[in-house]
């Protein structure tokens, strides 16, 4: 499920160790979100985590229906709205807005992430500015909610080294790369 898992200790979305050995943690959402740019298709697949301790929600994007990098880190929903609310409510904001809640480096990371955050009714589409997002719902009664659904407890194995961190960027082949491979046979 996540290729750099952290336990979370204290309050603060920085503090965060590595683990060496497997941690319980809660599945509480497994959904699709479709993806937001015009000439875009398909959908993002996401889950929703949180440790064992249930207190910190994580969004962690699974799938690309089409070719598309992305991390597969489980990001702390307490950074995702550190990212949002520097903005007023009212304003709108472009979606790299969000990347800094990434340690991964892909740059489609920030898109996905504002794609998942709209299915989940915490952003909306910016009336007057294209491309642009704007604050939506409550996210401190969606974080609770969200926290006090029944959930499917699960193992997540750690990362072993810094570089397979670094392999957790994930890309999803485009159909035409595996018609493509699939004609070589490469598959």
Sequence with gaps: MNNKD????????????????????????????????????????????????????????????????????????????????????????????????????????AGFLAAILRAEGLLTVAPDAEGRHVISGDWAAWKASTLAGPGQEVDVEPADTEAKADASEQAAPSPEAEKAATRRGKK
Aim: net charge neutral; proline share 4%.
């Design 6 to 109: 952290t336990e979370q200790t204290g309050h603060s979305a920085d503090a965060t160790i590595e683990t060496t050995v497997a941690q319980s943690c809660w599945l509480l959402k497994t959904a699709r979100a479709p993806k937001l740019g015009k000439q875009a298709e398909g959908e993002i697949g996401y889950q929703i985590v949180t440790g064992s301790d249930r207190q910190e929600p994580m969004i962690q994007i699974v799938s690309n229906d089409s070719g598309g990098y992305f991390s597969k880190e489980a990001v702390c929903f307490s950074r995702v709205a550190a990212c949002v609310h520097q903005h007023q409510k009212d304003q709108p904001f472009p979606s790299k807005l969000l990347q800094t809640a990434f340690t991964g480096r892909s740059s489609n990371n």
